[in-house]
């Protein structure tokens, strides 16, 4: 094993999937830095979801190791994954459509403020004042990602871009310290995406908090990631900054595809 | 020894008849994902068909048997029609199909009660019961023997519409994804349509041999739980499946009214269920669906 | 008050303190079972034989029905809760009518199908009504908590609520459980208010009684949940003169509010400030901007 530096939020080590006979991972490995916002990014297929899916615990993987803050989290279900500190927003939405925005966040917010069981049947004890606070630290979360005034509406009846926002604010309420971006800026219009790229900045900054973002829109990824890992095929085909990812040859060839030879 | 060739007879014919209902079941399964608790309703539909064509109407067996299978058949896609369309038109929760199924289940059980009176009604002896000896080892009734026969033709013919017909290619690409096999052109509703008749002839045929084995009353539908029980332990949506399970539990029934206790077969039917569903919830030949995160 | 109206509400009380069991996991934590009069059996014959072999005072009596039938539920709910939907389903049926035949079969204990009689009759207006204010009391609250709030995301997304921490498993046998208790404790009434119980009274038609309470009132409002137990019951009594038609009109209920209104009376509103707010809203004002769609907070 290479010396690991001492600040790495998570690794994979040899990671692979299959999917009967599919090798969806192959051998799949990467660090990330406490404080990091990293890009994971390669065409349709290539893994980049199936990858996020194994660090939660929604798939297990056939070999291969995963540790999060020194902790190995490999095999764990994603409810104890998600207890560890990690939070992650999906690819095609899930959020509680027939839920208002603020339950959405108070569902999350409420993982890290609790009362008993008694206390819950009874309403005393510590009921008002948690219920209280979550209420409130929900709307703050609300205000930071611009959706205070659309509280009480239904999720599913908000505009696209405002639900893509309103899941980034879930996962924040979790009060997470690693965060797992699945391709935020789907479906949005380059005004939408700037402001995004804002969103994704500030909350890094401002919680303080480690991010990796699977992304298919170059403006997000060259922009906001330093670090950025390109897959094809379940594979890693390259590592490093914006520059070096651009120039790849073989980032190239996998988005581009090959220069067919003119007979 | 001879218990036991008996009570295998017997759990065969059983299961073969519960393989009979129990196919249709997972066939409208394969397709729309739901279990339809009205089916139990299609069976009654057709016994008191046959037992009405027979006895009121005079008619000789075949006529009736052909009656009550078409009237059970068109009873089902009635039942779809009225009942299933309209909410799978608006919204994909099956448990609003679910209830749905329960509530025509009752509905159906229930016209009968007020219809035909609760009472319980013998079939007239059209099919033989007489007993048959075999090869001097056994002795079976004909009745067993000649449901047996009748389940392996309807399952057979079912088999063959299944593998050599367009609308049998049409029904086994929809059991893997309706939606696309809309798609690709196939009318879905009419699909539909087929499905469930033949379901309810199916379960015709069953209830004609059910209601000459326990004799006929509205509440028989209720012995579909065990063809559920039996499509479970085979795999919801399989129809091989259903088969197998189908004749499991009916030898389990048997062996266990015959060896240990009469009072203690449903129960077996009902531990075979949980262990099934506990050990591996599948089935048989099920496939594990896994949901696309 | 009349016997007959005394006799009425106490009933009503009982079918609702089921209903709110029921409701509880189907309507809010979107476990559909059919087995459910399976514990209310549980609850009934529990507390019949504490009091009557046993001489226990009915209150903790009936308490431990309600706890036995948690027993029963948790037992059976931890291993088969893993299974969703439709499969759930199925093993529901299989559970309740186990549960009946192990109780006729067990005549040594349970005098078997011919019934257990001479239960005292513990269940008066007052007792009745005690125990549904402090059942719905807690039930109400349980709902407007983080509780209320985890079972109905199981519900919503099962994957999404592991995904944000919640053990859903742990959840859906705590739904479970609870509802047991509330159908463990409508059995030991309804035992104590009829004097005799049997099993086939805890049969799969009971369960579907229950079941289309809560479909009726709303899958998701407790509320609507009384307003159901309220009707059924009412309409119960109204057609006991044509029963043989009662059951027959359950059927077309569930068929028809499923196919015209699945949402069932209150939908997944509660009856309250909110609602009434809501209303409001939706009549006096004509104009609203496109998109917007107000939820249940």
């Known amino acids: 094993m290479t010396a690991i530096p001492q600040d790495t939020v998570l690794e994979l080590e040899n990671i692979n999937k299959f999917f009967g006979g599919v090798h969806a991972v192959r051998d799949m490995s990467f660090n990330i830095r406490k404080g990091e916002l990293a890009g994971l990014i390669g065409p349709n297929g290539a893994g980049k979801t199936t990858i996020f899916n194994l660090i939660t615990g929604v798939y297990s993987p056939d070999n291969g190791y995963i540790s999060f803050l020194g902790e190995d989290i490999t095999n764990l279900k994603s409810f104890q994954v998600i207890r560890k500190g990690i939070a992650r927003t999906f690819q095609n939405l899930r959020l509680f459509q027939r839920s208002s925005a603020l339950e959405n966040v108070m569902v999350a917010m409420q993982q890290h403020h609790r009362y008993s069981f008694l206390e819950g049947i009874s309403h005393f004890g510590r009921w008002n004042r948690v219920e209280r606070e979550v209420k409130q630290r929900s709307m703050d979360i609300l205000d930071r990602v611009g959706l205070v005034e659309r509280a009480h509406q239904a999720a599913g009846t908000l505009p696209y871009g405002m639900q893509r926002r309103l899941e980034i604010g879930r996962a924040l309420a979790l009060e997470p310290e690693f965060l797992l971006l699945d391709e935020p800026a789907a479906g949005m219009n380059p005004e939408e995406v700037f402001e995004l790229n804002d969103l994704i900045q500030g909350i890094h900054e401002d919680f303080m908090l480690t991010i990796l973002v699977i992304e298919h829109h170059m403006d997000v990824i060259m922009q906001i990631c330093p670090h950025i890992i390109c897959m094809n095929f379940g594979a890693r085909i390259a590592e490093g900054d914006p520059d070096y990812i651009q120039g790849h040859p073989e980032v190239l060839k996998a988005y581009l595809g090959e220069e067919v030879e003119e007979e | 020894m001879e218990t036991l060739l008996q009570q295998t007879i017997n759990g065969l014919s059983l299961g073969s008849v519960y393989a009979l209902i129990a196919v249709g079941y997972s066939l409208v399964y394969s397709i729309l994902l739901f279990s339809n608790f009205a089916h139990g309703g299609f069976l009654v539909i057709g016994g008191y068909i046959c037992y009405f064509t027979l006895k009121s109407l005079g008619f000789n067996i075949w006529v009736a048997g052909l009656a009550s299978l078409v009237g059970a058949g068109f009873s089902a896609v009635l039942t779809e029609k009225l009942a299933y369309k309209p909410i799978r038109e608006r919204t994909n929760v099956t448990l609003y199909l679910l209830i749905a199924s329960m509530g025509m289940s009752i509905v159906i059980e229930n016209l009968f009660v007020i219809i035909a009176g609760g009472r319980f009604r013998a079939l007239p002896a059209v099919i033989p019961t007489h007993p048959v000896h075999l090869f001097g080892v056994a002795t079976t009734s004909a009745f067993d023997i000649i449901s047996l026969l009748a389940a392996v033709v309807f399952l057979g013919a079912l088999q063959l519409f299944l593998v050599k017909t367009k609308w049998g290619l049409a029904i086994r690409a929809a059991a893997y994804d309706l939606r696309i096999a809309g798609l690709m052109g196939v009318n879905v509703n009419l699909l539909i349509s087929i499905v469930f008749f033949v379901a309810g002839l199916l379960a015709a045929v069953g209830g004609i041999f059910l209601s000459v084995r326990y004799t006929l009353y509205p509440q028989l539908g209720m012995i579909t739980i065990k063809a559920f029980v039996a499509a479970v332990i085979g795999g919801l949506g399989s129809l091989p499946g259903a088969v197998v399970g189908s004749l499991i539990l009916g030898l389990s029934e048997m062996l266990t009214a015959g060896f240990i206790s009469s009072q203690l077969r449903d129960l077996v039917v009902f531990s075979l269920l949980i262990i099934t569903l506990l050990v591996r919830p599948q089935g048989l030949f099920g496939k594990n669906i896994s949901e696309k995160v | ?297």
């Open chain 3, 1 to 297: 008050m009349s016997g007959y109206t005394e006799g009425i509400i106490i009933l009503l009380c009982i079918n609702a303190i089921a209903a709110m069991g029921v409701s509880l996991l189907t309507g809010f934590t979107g476990i559909f079972s059919l087995g459910h009069a399976g514990y209310m059996a549980v609850g009934a014959y529990t507390t019949a034989i504490l009091t009557v072999e046993y001489g226990v005072h009915y209150v903790p009596a009936i308490l431990l029905g309600g706890a036995m039938a948690m027993v029963v539920a948790y037992v059976i709910g931890v291993p088969t809760l893993k299974l969703m939907g439709d499969y759930y389903a199925i093993a529901s049926i299989g559970l309740g009518e186990a549960i009946r035949l192990i109780l006729e079969n067990w005549q040594s204990v349970t005098r078997g199908a011919r019934g257990y009689p001479g239960i005292e009759g513990y269940t008066t207006l007052y007792v009745t009504l005690a125990f549904f204010a402090v059942m719905a009391f807690g039930m109400f609250n349980l709902i407007h908590s983080r509780f209320g709030r985890a079972f109905k995301a199981c519900r919503d997304d099962y994957i999404a609520a592991s995904l944000l921490g919640f053990n859903t498993a742990r959840y859906r046998v705590l739904s479970l459980v609870i509802s047991a208790f509330y159908c463990g404790v409508a059995g030991a009434l309804l035992g104590g208010f009829l004097s005799f119980i049997q099993p086939i009274m805890f049969d799969m038609i009971k369960s579907t009684e229950l079941t289309s309470v809560v479909v009726f009132g709303g899958l998701g409002s407790m509320s609507g949940t009384l307003i159901g137990a309220s009707v059924i019951t009412l309409v119960t009594e109204l057609f006991r003169p044509i029963s043989q038609y009662r059951m027959l009109i359950y059927g077309a209920i569930l068929v028809i509010i499923m196919v015209l209104r699945p949402e069932g009376i209150m939908g997944q509103y509660e009856l309250g400030p909110r609602l009434f707010r809501r209303l409001k809203d939706k009549f006096s004002s004509q104009k609203r901007e496109p998109g917007e769609g107000r939820s249940s907070s």
